[in-house]
């Protein structure tokens, strides 16, 4: 038996299905998920010493790779000056200052401690704005975990939803509306009908929680204008493509100008964060200075702003993200070779270092066309990744993420392994 077969059946007895978040269980792949001692760069250790290179990378913050030396020493300093304050700190100042200058729609923000947390306070905040109930997301797309969110949308074409999960009252996933991800007209009918009821739209620029799905220009200037035109709030949800594609965010390079942003994930360097930002105006509307409440205890604590500050003072460089464009491109290109060679029925879609493989021919623009992908065929290029010594994401749904440490000579070897996965998925 293996450390990590050994832990895993020590963790089930301990954790639902043997870990903190779902997906980590495997349970869309099947198997045992290794328990990872150490990672550096790009690369993961195993508690049994295989070594993965890391197409993961903790659901994405790790923009700069494991361990970057400069944030551990930015992080190093902050813990030895204490770690939380429950107090203002001049990191957490300095760190809400660099944000709000990358993004032009954001004049004032508020830090929290998940993606999660920043989604239900923003739909909060938009609730209390617009004093309307309903809100709109896509289906495919998550947001986090808040109840609002856990929900998809009703049988037979009725927009209403229902939970997606046990314990989500039905009265409140009645108040979510879901649309299919770029479908113009169904928005365009929503509005028509719904508009004047609908607090807000939530959306991920860069769909990343179906796997990568890009968006269709027209679809997101629709969704601006016809929220622009009923009086509803746009939250463009960053938490994934937050300083992912661009620094700043996905809403830079579609000219998307929500009313409220979401982040996460690399704005804490790999530390637990999540922030929301909008107008001066909106973020008024915020207790202490507004009647919307919100609070946290380890908000902005200083380790977390410490990793973030380092992280995002780095990305700062244009080449970092000429650099992590071209390695997804290399990658993309070598992985789209060896489908063509060996006629499999199989997609890529990739904007900048984020990507997905679907294991089905035909374009993937939605849920429904996503949701046609041979999840067993998925399970198979999984599993033959990892034996090779690649960590891929351990579910056809998601995306993989790339690093700056992702250089050349790793994009060559991640090829040539996962070549061989691709292979065993022919046989
Ligand atoms: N929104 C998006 C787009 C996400 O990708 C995620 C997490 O993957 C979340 C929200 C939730 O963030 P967290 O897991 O930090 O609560």
Known sequence: ??????FYNRAKTIFPG??????????????VPPFIRSAKGCLLTDVDGNEYIDYVLSYGPHILGHGDPDVLDRLHAAIDRGISFGAPSEEELQLGEIIVSALPSVDRLRFVNSGTEATMSAIRLARGVTGRSKILKFEGAYHGHADSLLVKAGSGGATFGVPSSAGVPPEIARETLTLPYNDTEALKTLFSSEGDKIACAIIEPVSGNMGVVLPDDEFLRELRRLTEKY???LIADEIMTGFRQTYGGA????????????LG???GGGLPVGAYGASAKIMSQISPEGPVYQAGTLSGNSASMAAGLATIQKLKTPALYSQLEEQGRKLSQGLKEIISRLSLPATVN????????FFTPDPVTDWTSAARSDTALFRVFFHESLKQGVYLPPSQFEAF?????????????SIEKMSRALIACRN
């Open 350 to 357: 990739r904007m900048g270092s984020m990507m997905t493989v």
């Open 265 to 267: 994930k690399i704005i």
């Open 231 to 233: 009086g509803a709030l």
């Open 1 to 6: 038996m293996t450390h990590s077969e050994e």
């Open 18 to 31: 043997g870990v903190s978040s779902p997906v980590r269980a495997f349970g869309a792949v099947g198997g």
């Open 401 to 413: 993420f790339l690093s700056t440490r992702h250089d050349d000579e790793v994009i060559r070897i």
């Open 251 to 262: 809403q830079i390079l579609f000219s998307m100008e929500p009313d409220i942003t979401t």
